[in-house]
Nanobody
Framework: QVQLVESGGGLVQPGGSLTLSCTASGSISIIYAIGWYRQAPGKQRELVAVISSGGRTNYADSVKGRFTMSRDNAKNTLQMNSLKPEDTAVYYC?????????????WGQGTQVTVSS
């Protein structure tokens, strides 16, 4: 499977910014979607942003206007601005793709984002 390595999490004050990065290694035939998810303590994992195979980017309502997702070949980033305490969560990178005739769903190890004063 493709390996995903995330970086960029940390502690930031409310109103601050962070940039998360996800780098993929391995060969891929077709990319179906690339996304960022997050999971806060006691809550289910939720979609934050996703780039579809057609190149369209969609965002959760809670982050629209504050987060921007981009991709440059094997690396995708999530620029997070105007962070709020409710953005605190473990953030995961996700790639859904086809390789060797099979479909895969790969996840990064997760990176902690804490928004607190």
């Amino acid at each position: 499977q493709v390996q995903l390595v995330e970086s960029g999490g940390g502690l930031v004050q409310p109103g601050g910014s962070l940039t998360l990065s996800c780098t993929a290694s391995g060969s891929i035939s077709i990319i179906y979607a690339i996304g960022w998810y997050r999971q806060a303590p006691g809550k289910q994992r939720e979609l934050v942003a996703v780039i579809s195979s057609g190149g369209r980017t969609n965002y959760a309502d809670s982050v629209k206007g504050r987060f921007t997702m981009s991709r440059d070949n094997a690396k995708n980033t999530l620029q997070m601005n105007s962070l709020k305490p409710e953005d605190t969560a473990v953030y995961y990178c996700n790639w859904r793709y086809k390789r060797g005739g099979m479909d895969f769903d790969s996840w990064g190890q997760g990176t902690q984002v804490t928004v607190s004063s």
